[in-house]
């Protein structure tokens, strides 16, 4: 058991683009951060989904002449749900609707490329930015990012458990490299950025 890794005050588990994009924030923020993933490589499944980004109010649109706001989109996502009940969480919707196009906008800051808008089923305006050339450019321009702001990222270190100081989270016990027990510690607390889409 090796206990001596240096502290951090944040730990991210998964290094896709919620995990990235979430260590990148809180570098900023002025926090420590360590990214933990189990697989060879940064990017996660970011890397392998279509590459669509669904936004209101962008740059893109703005360029087309179409004239978005995210409270029309709100309204749009209702009619996914058709026929369903209300089963959406309609504090998180009006949350994703507008900080859709600033994280489009910070995303395109650090170099990922988008096309479009295209039109979407059940949108009233065309909101589909689809990233140039595909998907892996999420996860090259993230992890390029992580680099350039010195942020640790640890793969093949897949999490085991949480460590405890009775109800209080202070780190993570991790396998690496499949045979080394670690203990990572974190002041702040541990943030899940695992578990597919």
């Not at 890397?47 to 002449?65: D, E, I, L, R």
């Not at 998180?92 to 859709?100: D, E, I, P, T």
């Not at 650090?110 to 140039?132: A, C, K, L, Q, T």
Request: proline fraction near 5%; include cysteine.
């Amino acid at each position: 058991m090796n206990n001596s890794a240096p502290p951090y005050d944040l730990i991210v588990v998964g290094a896709g683009g919620s995990g990235l994009t979430a260590a990148i924030h809180a570098h900023l923020g002025g926090l420590r951060v360590l990214v933990l993933e189990k697989g060879d490589d940064a990017g996660g499944t970011t890397a392998w989904s279509v590459g669509s980004f669904t936004a209101s109010a962008t740059p893109h649109q703005k360029a087309q002449g179409i004239s978005d706001h995210p409270d029309f989109h709100f309204e749009d996502m209702a009619l996914f749900n058709q026929g369903k009940g209300e089963v959406d969480n309609l504090e998180l919707r009006r949350l994703l609707v507008h900080a859709s196009a600033p994280t489009l906008e910070w995303l395109m800051s650090i170099g990922v490329v988008f096309d479009g808008p295209y039109p979407e089923s059940h949108h009233r305006h065309p909101r589909m930015h689809n990233v140039i050339p595909n998907s892996k450019s999420f996860s090259y321009h993230l992890k390029k990012e992580c680099k350039r702001l010195g942020i640790a990222i640890q793969t093949q270190c897949k999490v085991l458990e949480l460590l405890r100081d009775h109800d209080r989270v202070i780190g993570v016990r991790a396998l690496c490299s499949g045979h080394e027990l670690m203990d990572h510690f974190a002041s702040r607390g541990v943030l899940l950025c695992a578990g597919d889409f």
